[in-house]
């Protein structure tokens, strides 16, 4: 697959998952615009990768602001008059709580940065993305897109994305541009590290929730966000795919109330 010349946008990228998605789009060949808040993580990353290939710049954003958004939009499409490829990390994480008693300025700061944060980008980009009549953008979900979780703001957030990439798909299709949506499991970054370190995510139920006896990372992400954005995917558009080790499919499972035949080998 050759992406030379090709230029993808990363909000978020400077930390976590959507650090996972800059090192694999760089790795494959792409310009690599990094927006995030973290000016100094952003730099520190974009220094790194250029060591050996200079393709990553990186811009402050905040997601949750839609002038700053389109602002970065037109710097990025004025230097490079292309944009291939968009994947929206940027997003913060809840601590879990009950909607009666939920603080409401917490809640709706989830949301402006995780879904407006979104909708902020996606409006942006993919208006560049509509004229050049080429691209694809990737946004980020969860597990929590598809069943309930005890986060009032984020979950509903996580499924309201999912919803929105399938109806950002059917309105940009025709005129060639791919809207799909990547949808983790537990990822050890350092948001989730975080929630951890102040007993909030319990490491062991973190580590054991999935079929696979496998712990995701950021570069199993940075995967399948590649492969929506290349050529083999040319066909998928409007989908949220699992990136979970098995989560969705071992919830229920587990849960059967006709019990689950074990068996060890
Ligand atoms: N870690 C997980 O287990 C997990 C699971 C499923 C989905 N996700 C989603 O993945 C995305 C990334 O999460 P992560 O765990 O990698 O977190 P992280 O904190 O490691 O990375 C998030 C990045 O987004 C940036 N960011 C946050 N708010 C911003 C804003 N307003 N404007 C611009 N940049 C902003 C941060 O500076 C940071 O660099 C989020 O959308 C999160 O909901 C995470």
Not at 234 to 237: D, G, L
């Given at each position: 697959m050759s992406v030379v010349d090709k230029v993808a946008v990363v909000t978020g990228g400077a930390s976590g998952i959507g650090e996972g998605c800059v090192r694999k789009l760089w790795s494959l060949g792409y310009m690599v615009e990094i927006l995030d808040r973290q000016s100094e993580q952003a730099t520190r990353l974009a220094d790194e990768l250029n060591l050996s290939s200079n393709r990553v710049k990186c811009r402050y954003v905040d997601v949750a602001d839609s002038h700053h958004v389109e602002e970065r939009a037109q710097e990025i499409w004025n230097e490079y008059q292309r944009l291939d490829v968009l994947v929206t990390s940027a997003g913060i994480l809840e601590s879990s709580a009950n909607i009666l008693d939920m603080d409401l300025d917490a809640h709706d700061r989830v949301w402006q940065v995780n879904y407006h944060g979104t909708v902020h980008c996606a409006r942006s980009f993919g208006r560049l993305m509509r004229t050049a009549r080429c691209g694809s953008i990737v946004t980020v979900g969860s597990t929590t897109s598809f069943v309930a979780f005890p986060l009032p703001a984020y979950c509903p957030g996580k499924t309201a994305i999912r919803r929105f990439t399938e109806i950002l798909a059917v309105e940009l299709g025709r005129f060639g541009v791919r809207v799909n949506g990547v949808a983790p499991t537990y990822v050890i970054t350092p948001a989730m590290q975080a929630k951890i370190d102040a007993g909030e995510r319990d490491p062991e139920v973190l580590r054991n929730s999935g079929a696979l006896d496998l712990l995701v990372e950021p570069e199993h992400i940075g995967e399948a966000v590649a492969f929506l954005c290349s050529d083999a995917a040319?066909?998928?558009?409007g989908v949220m795919l699992p990136v979970d080790a098995g989560f969705n499919a071992t919830i229920p499972y587990r849960t059967y109330a006709g019990g689950v035949p074990w068996r060890d080998e």
């Open positions: 040319s066909a998928i558009t």
